[in-house]
């Protein structure tokens, strides 16, 4: 979507390796989220942020962590990575309050 | 656990029939959004509603948010192929708070 882009847009890593997922906004908005989608749980936030270096957690933020040093950037780390977060991870920003959140097309990962 | 539930979870119609989608909240409803998913792709915002009774649509789709706040609904007027995809909604079920929770999702499929 225009004004967010996510990288990489694919990625296969090794169980136990720790990876970093980035979103970045040309916008300047205030709130960016980072989701997961998986078959029969729609999409469950993980973290989000309101503002650089405000973050909070989601529902499912055990085992990832994030950073925002800059308001246009914010990252998702897997520490180190499982089987269970393979995943397609979204992230998303909010452009106001009478318009829908805007979310990215996606990284899918794998994790063997 | 889901705090919001879509039903039915998989929908296979007729091209050209009408079809409806339903989003329930076991809390009030303060700000309702639909969303479509192309397979592989990202969301694609459709509507938002924010006030019990409210109604809105585009182009062949309604969707309404009952007087009561707590279930809302998704209906597709002489369905075409293009309408195929994952609906997603997702909802603010804090007031203030500035994050979506997502029901798990409906795939519809469009059978000419």
């Known amino acids: 979507d225009a004004g967010i882009t996510q990288s990489p847009r694919h990625k296969v890593t090794e169980t136990g390796t720790p990876v970093t997922l980035r979103c970045h906004q040309t916008?300047?908005?205030?709130?960016m989220y980072w989701y997961r989608q998986d078959p029969g749980h729609g999409l469950r936030l993980i973290h989000y942020?309101?503002?650089?270096?405000?973050?909070d957690k989601g529902e499912v933020s055990d085992g990832y962590s994030v950073s925002r040093s800059k308001t246009e950037d914010f990252l998702l780390t897997l520490e180190s990575a499982t089987s269970s977060q393979t995943s397609v991870y979204f992230c998303?920003?909010?452009?106001?309050?009478?318009?829908?959140?805007?979310f990215g097309s996606g990284t899918r990962l794998t994790v063997v | 656990s889901q705090e919001l539930e879509q039903s039915p979870q998989s929908l296979i119609v007729q091209e050209g029939k009408n079809l409806t989608i339903n989003c329930t909240s076991s809390?009030?409803?303060?700000?309702l959004y639909w969303y479509k998913q192309k397979y592989g792709e990202g969301l694609i915002f459709l509507m938002m509603?924010?006030?019990?009774?409210e109604e809105k649509s585009h182009e062949k789709i309604t969707a309404k948010l009952d007087e009561k706040k707590q279930q809302s609904s998704l209906h597709i007027t002489a369905s075409q192929p293009s309408h195929a995809g994952i609906y997603l909604c997702?909802?603010?079920?804090?007031?203030?708070?500035?994050?979506?929770?997502f029901g798990q999702g409906t795939r519809l499929t469009i059978n000419p």
């Open positions: 998303a920003i909010r452009p106001g309050t009478v318009y829908g959140y805007t």
């Open positions: 916008e300047n908005h205030r709130y």
């Open positions: 942020s309101y503002g650089v270096k405000d973050t």
């Open positions: 809390k009030t409803l303060y700000g």
């Open positions: 509603l924010q006030k019990g009774g």
């Open positions: 997702g909802a603010v079920i804090i007031q203030g708070a500035q994050k979506l929770v």
